[in-house]
């Protein structure tokens, strides 16, 4: 790796802020039976780990999406590459997401399964970044906030590496 790397996350604190958020799901799901949607790629790791700190019944789904236009900041015009499959009507759902930014994708992608009408709607996020947020969403679930810097490892990537990696790393340019 050229660019100058910072380790922000170990193993163990990523296992224990994993293990925190399953706990206050663990309470708060109980008897809702949820479904979780995974916004593809980078919270896939996560989710692996989350669920099997889960102990109650529960479904995945995946959904992706793409940054409209070749801007590389988010513009918040999303397209929806891969829709989930599972029908959410009256269905509670948690959104589960690597790391909110603007949190544009995310905004956008939770108005997109509102329609679909849910019983339920909240989101779950590893990462929080302490920048200000140019779309208002409310995250429930929270693991950490991380200073305004591009983070890679346990499932962000830069130009689709470094997911593998099993600590959470800053990159700068
Ligand atoms: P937004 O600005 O819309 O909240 O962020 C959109 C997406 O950009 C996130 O879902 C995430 O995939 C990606 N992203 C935002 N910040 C970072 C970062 O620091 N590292 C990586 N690898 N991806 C990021």
Redesign the pocket.
């Known amino acids: 790796m050229a660019n100058k790397t910072k380790r922000l996350l170990g193993k163990r604190d990523i296992k224990r802020g994993v293990k925190k958020l399953a706990q206050e799901l663990n309470n708060d799901y109980r008897d809702r039976s949820p479904i979780l949607v995974c916004?593809l790629k980078?919270a896939v790791v996560f989710l692996a780990d989350l669920i099997r700190e889960l102990n109650f019944p529960l479904r995945i789904d995946f959904i992706s999406v793409s940054s409209y236009g070749d801007s590389s900041r988010?513009s918040g015009v999303v397209k929806i590459i891969k829709d989930i499959s599972i029908d959410i009507e009256g269905e509670n759902v948690l959104l589960v997401?690597?790391?909110?930014?603007?949190?544009?994708?995310?905004s956008y992608i939770f108005d997109f399964l509102k329609r679909k009408n849910p019983r339920s709607l909240k989101i779950c996020a590893l990462l929080e970044?302490r920048v200000k947020r140019t779309k208002k969403i409310k995250i429930d679930y929270r693991g950490f906030t991380v200073p305004n810097?591009?983070?890679?490892g346990y499932g962000?990537?830069?130009s689709e590496k470094y997911r593998n990696l099993p600590e959470i790393i800053t990159m700068e340019f």
């Open positions: 916004i980078g988010t997401e690597d790391i909110v930014d603007t949190g544009l994708t995310l970044k810097k591009y983070v890679i962000l990537d830069f």
